[in-house]
C-alpha cells in the first residue's frame, strides 16, 4: 500500500509538472510520509507518550526551519519545499533507531496501524488540494493559497499539538478532560483574529507578491478552526479503542474531499480549495460529535441494566 501510494503521488506530480526529479522527490515524500505516520502510531500504540510528541514535534517545526531559512535565501520552490518535507519524515524516523528491533508493544485496546490509517487520511484532507491545484491554478495563486493556508495551518496544528500533549497520557488513562466552552471560545477567537491576520500576513511575508483576499482567508481559517475543535473529540476516540466505523468515514471523507477539489477548482480555483477543505473538516467534527454521543448513550444505557440486575 505505502509503494503504491509513493507510485500513483509520484506519477501525479510527473505528469503535472513534467519535471522527473520533482516526480522522484514527491514520491519519495509520500513513501516517507507513510513510514513516519507509522512510525508515530506505533510509539502511540505502545504508550509512549513522551516519544510520540518529541516524533510530533519533529515533523512539524523541521520543515519550518528549512523553509526559513530557504525563504530568507529567496530559494522556496516546490522541489525545495517538498525536500523539507522529506527530510523531516526521515529525521523522525532515524530517532531511537532501536526502537525499530523492539517487540511491539500495545497499549490495552489500541492498534497502532489504525490509528496510522486515520492519520494518513488526515493528511491527505490537508494536503490533497495543493497537488491538485498545482495543474489547475496559476502559479501566482498556487503561492498565495499555499501561503495562507501554511500560516493558519501552523498556528492551528500548534495549538492542537499543545492541546494533545497536555491530555493524552489523562485520555489513555480514561481521564481525558472534555473540551469546554472556555476552549472553543478561546479558538474562535483566534479564528475571528486570523481572518484579517493571514490578508496582512500574506501581504507582508511575501513582500507584496501574494496578498490572499478575504474569501481565502475564511475558508482557510474556518477549515483550520474545525481542525482545532476535533483535537479533543480525535484524543478520546483514539483512548477508546473503538474507530473502526471512524476509519471507513475518514477515507470517504478523504475521498469526498480530492473529487470536490477536482470538481470545484477549474471554476472557483483557491477559493473553493479553502471551502473545501472547511467543509471537510466540518463533517469529520460533526460525526466525532455524534461518535461522542452515541458512546455516552451506550455507556448510560450499560449502566442502567447493571443497577436493574443489581
Known amino acids: 500500500m505505502a509503494v503504491a501510494a509513493a507510485a500513483g503521488v509520484g506519477l501525479y506530480v510527473g505528469a503535472v509538472r513534467e519535471y522527473n526529479i520533482d516526480a522522484l522527490i514527491a514520491g519519495l515524500c509520500m513513501l516517507s510520509f507513510v513510514f ?9 500504540g ?6 510520540y510528541l518529541v516524533i510530533l514535534a519533529t515533523r512539524a517545526l523541521t520543515p519550518l526551519l528549512f523553509l526559513g531559512t530557504l525563504f530568507v535565501l529567496d530559494a522556496v520552490t516546490f522541489t525545495t519545499a517538498i525536500c523539507s518535507t522529506f527530510a523531516a519524515n526521515l529525521i523522525s524516523l532515524l530517532l531511537w533507531p532501536r526502537r525499530w528491533s523492539a517487540a511491539l508493544e500495545r497499549a490495552k485496546g489500541i492498534s497502532s496501524h489504525s490509528v496510522g490509517v486515520m492519520n494518513m487520511a488526515l493528511w491527505i484532507i490537508a494536503s490533497a488540494d495543493r497537488l491538485i491545484l498545482e495543474g489547475i491554478v496559476q502559479p501566482l495563486e498556487l503561492a498565495t493559497y499555499a501561503m495562507a493556508y501554511g500560516l493558519v495551518d501552523r498556528v492551528f496544528r500548534s495549538l492542537s499539538n499543545a492541546y494533545i500533549a497536555r491530555n493524552l497520557r489523562r485520555s489513555f488513562q480514561g481521564t481525558s478532560s472534555k473540551s ?3 476552549y472553543l471560545g478561546a479558538m474562535a477567537l483566534i479564528a475571528i483574529l486570523l481572518v484579517p491576520g493571514v490578508h496582512w500576513g500574506t501581504n507582508i511575508l511575501s513582500g507584496g507578491r501574494y496578498v490572499a483576499e478575504y474569501d481565502v482567508a475564511i475558508g482557510v481559517v474556518a477549515a483550520g478552526l474545525f481542525m482545532v475543535w476535533s483535537a479533543p473529540r480525535y484524543v478520546a476516540l483514539m483512548a477508546s ?3 473502526r466505523s471512524s476509519m471507513g468515514m475518514l477515507g470517504l471523507l478523504a475521498a469526498l474531499n480530492i473529487g ?3 470538481l470545484f477548482a477549474p471554476s472557483l480555483g483557491i477559493v473553493g480549495a479553502a471551502f473545501v477543505s472547511a467543509a471537510t473538516y466540518l463533517l469529520w467534527l460533526i460525526w466525532l460529535v455524534g461518535k461522542s454521543i452515541h458512546q455516552k448513550s451506550t455507556v448510560l444505557m450499560i449502566g442502567r441494566h447493571v443497577r436493574v440486575a443489581a
Open 46 to 51: 505502545a504508550g509512549r507518550f513522551n516519544r
Open 36 to 44: 513516519a505516520e507509522s512510525s508515530t502510531s506505533f510509539e502511540l
Open 180 to 182: 469546554g466552552g472556555l
Open 241 to 243: 479503542g473503538s474507530y
Open 260 to 262: 470536490s477539489n477536482f
